[in-house]
């Protein structure tokens, strides 16, 4: 296959190439590797011998679902796998073997010439040190810098990756700072050291989409002005689109197809790549056929009324209240779908959490199913709850794990004294044949469970009583998209069956786009702009929801190049 330039507005940008045949330019070469974990069952196979190449300045994205091996595959070579794995193959920085590694050999690779961002900054930084220790700890083992000096440069970098106030901010500890700036402080720690290949695994996920546009946009601009190469490791294909050069599509623990970014987005060859990119919500196109359903199925009664609703926080020390809602009024009719969306923080949660009594409100009054949240007893409000569902964003943090699959769906009627326990276990297996899962699943335990299944059991659990009223928190913003896809597509199915109303809380305006009769947009505790999807989507009046639909990632590579340049010169490109 010959090279072929792709035009972006990254005037560095390396030509696209097959990524077959290495070339002598490239930084890093990987041929046949493999893993295997020893368990204490038979060895699971995790990677299948994979290849792929890295020229300097290049970006790959090596893309597929939770379990592919993305993730396993790059931690094989930079020594981060547990005893338990064994690894093969080769992967060559330059001329230097990285397979075998150990020790402090292997140190001086990591950090100095590859650097790895991890997916969640959370728990990759230390929470009882601040972000200037960390900093300077890695400045110190890696440049034998004074402590002056690693300061300085400490600084210098959270200038550069965009931190405001970076003198004060590195006295901060990691709880203080929000997602965006925690990750902004792993790509700091990442660069600290001038590597020559960053890995950034999962960068952007569940991080707001302005936040995540801002991410992008540093990496970017870092692999411009450093010439770094980057091994970008996503399930989110708009990131890809915006960011790839070339993309390797891992299935099963194997590569099943390379090329340059474009050619894979419109002309991909292998049928999993097309699978893929059949399940990725994409922000303005049609709806599915199968979620696509007429609008006259929303009543006129109000099922939720929200009005003039205040929740404050008290500051810290002294400090003055945080206003998590402020005065907010909104609707929700029998059979509809509302979308709230906004930013971290803008009070999205908060509200949903109010609407089913879970949040306590500083002012205002909320009526549910002709109930008065505010002014009923715990008695009326326990009644209340069997009326309606809530949906958790982490199913592995709101599912116990003590308990089987069908005690977790089937707890709300034990709390509520509903049924026996064969009807219970009856109810259970029911709903989990409703949400696409087998019945036997009744009797595993949570952790046997994958991400989308747990997400789909949740679901189970909220319809258990069968409510008029649901609210979805986030219900698949950590999913891969071709599970999203399904779990949505079920959701959708039940909405429509069981006919709940529902408050769906999200920050992904493409999912919105698939489901949503309306959609409220917050921001900093109230609602900017509120009406139907194609009045906010298609013909936004707030600057804000004009922001937030320019920040989001499509998966077509020329269609995000021409909106990452319009939103750095501050044109708005509608959908």
Not at 227 to 240: D, E, P, R, S
Not at 287 to 316: H, I, L
Not at 438 to 455: I, K, N, V
Not at 491 to 513: E, I, K, N, S
């Amino acid at each position: 296959m010959t090279n072929e330039v792709i035009l972006r507005d990254s005037p560095s940008c390396c030509a696209e190439r097959s990524g077959v045949a290495a070339s002598s330019s490239d930084i890093l070469r990987v041929e046949n590797l493999a893993v295997q974990f020893q368990t204490d069952g038979a060895p699971v196979q995790a990677v299948r011998g994979i290849t792929y190449d890295l020229a300097p300045g290049e970006v790959l994205a090596i893309v597929g679902e939770s379990g592919s091996g993305k993730t396993v595959g790059t931690r094989a070579f930079l020594g981060l796998l547990p005893d338990t794995a064994a690894v093969s193959g080769t992967a060559k920085l330059d001329e230097m073997q990285l397979v075998g590694l150990k020790g402090e050999q292997i140190r001086r690779v990591r950090g100095d010439r590859i650097a790895m961002i991890f997916q969640e900054p959370s728990t990759a930084l230390d929470p009882v040190r601040t972000i200037g220790w960390q900093i300077i700890e890695a400045l110190s083992v890696h440049r034998k810098l004074s402590r002056k000096e690693a300061r300085e440069k400490a600084v210098e970098l959270l200038d550069l990756v965009g931190i405001p106030d970076p003198s004060n901010r590195l006295h901060s500890y990691p709880h203080q700072l929000s997602g965006g700036q925690k990750q902004r402080v792993m790509i700091a720690m990442a660069i600290s050291c001038d590597p020559e290949v960053i890995v950034a695994d999962e960068p952007t996920t569940a991080l707001d989409v302005t936040v995540q546009a801002q991410i992008l946009d540093l990496l970017h601009d870092l692999r411009d002005r450093l010439g770094t190469a980057i091994i970008l490791i996503t399930h989110n294909m708009g990131v890809v689109a915006d960011m790839a050069d070339r993309v390797a599509v891992m299935y099963r623990g194997q590569i099943v197809e390379t090329a340059p970014a474009r050619d894979i987005f419109e002309r991909p060859q292998h049928p999993y790549t097309k699978h893929l990119l059949a399940s990725v919500p994409h922000l303005g196109q049609p709806r599915p056929k199968s979620m696509d359903t007429p609008a006259e199925r929303v009543g006129d009664a109000v099922v939720m009324r929200v009005n003039d609703v205040r929740v404050d926080f008290p500051g810290r020390f002294g400090a003055e209240p945080v206003h998590a809602v402020a005065g907010v009024s909104l609707e929700v009719r029998e059979h509809e779908i509302v979308a709230l969306v906004g930013e971290s923080g803008s009070g999205k949660t908060t509200l949903g959490r109010c609407a089913v009594g879970l949040q306590p409100v500083t002012g205002g009054d909320i009526e549910v199913l002709g109930v008065n949240i505010v002014k009923a007893s715990a008695k009326e409000l326990q009644r209340f709850r069997r009326r309606v569902g809530f949906v958790f964003q982490d199913p592995a943090a709101s599912l116990n794990p003590r308990m089987s699959v069908a005690d977790c769906i089937a707890e709300p009627m034990v709390i509520h004294g509903i049924g026996t326990k064969a009807e219970r276990l009856a109810k259970a297996q029911e709903l989990l044949r409703a949400v696409e899962l087998p019945a036997d699943y009744a009797f595993r335990y949570p952790h046997e469970l994958s991400g989308g299944q747990r997400q789909r059991v949740s679901l189970a659990r909220a319809l258990v009583t069968d409510p008029e009223f649901v609210v979805a928190d986030e219900p698949t913003s950590a999913l891969d998209v071709s599970v999203q896809a399904r779990v949505l597509e079920v959701f959708v199915r039940l909405q429509h069956d069981m006919g709940f109303a529902c408050l769906f809380v999200t920050h992904d305006l493409a999912v919105v786009d698939m489901l949503a009769d309306r959609i409220a947009v917050m921001r900093q505790g109230e609602i900017v702009e509120l009406g139907t999807r194609e009045q906010v989507l298609r013909a936004p009046q707030e600057d804000y929801t004009r922001e937030l639909i320019a920040a989001v990632p499509v998966p077509d590579s020329a269609e995000q190049t021409i909106r990452r340049l319009a939103r750095r010169e501050g044109r708005f490109v509608g959908l």
